[in-house]
């Protein structure tokens, strides 16, 4: 029987631009205080803001998946928020930038994701790592 996350990734074709969008602005928005420390980033305020050439249900949605997937780190989850703030992004959220951040590079991977029938976020980001990485060599 498919897991919860395969299910939903089923129902809901993964647009990677979208996906690969949010990881990037993520990325970008991450600011550490004086200390060091990553001050928390509003899943909502990202989507209205940053990512409002996509709809906020599919940003959120996907900013879930990818949670659950471990690929975003999560934060503090607060009782009026449908999400819990970000806090930092995994290795395999960095890699995947690293991996795809250039945009020729990009377009020679994103075909190559879109014809694999990937049954979760975290399969098709790291097969993105792989492709991305063999284009850099």
């Given at each position: 029987m498919p897991s919860t996350e395969e299910r939903s990734f089923s129902k809901m074709r993964p647009d990677i631009d979208c996906l690969r969008n949010i990881l990037i602005t993520i990325s970008n928005n991450l600011i550490p205080d004086d200390y060091g420390n990553i001050i928390p980033i509003n899943p909502v305020k990202l989507a209205q803001s940053a990512l409002s050439q996509y709809p906020q249900n599919e940003v959120?949605?996907?900013?879930?998946?990818?949670?659950?997937?471990?690929?975003?780190?999560p934060g503090k989850k607060y009782i009026n928020e449908p999400l819990p703030a970000i806090r930092d992004l995994s290795i395999s959220g960095y890699q995947f930038i690293e991996a795809t951040k250039n945009t020729s590079i990009w377009e020679k991977v994103k075909p190559k994701l879109l014809s694999l029938a990937s049954s979760s976020v975290s399969l098709l980001i790291k097969e993105a790592i792989e492709l991305g990485t063999n284009f850099i060599a």
């Open positions: 959120l949605y996907w900013i879930r998946k990818l949670i659950d997937s471990n690929i975003i780190i």
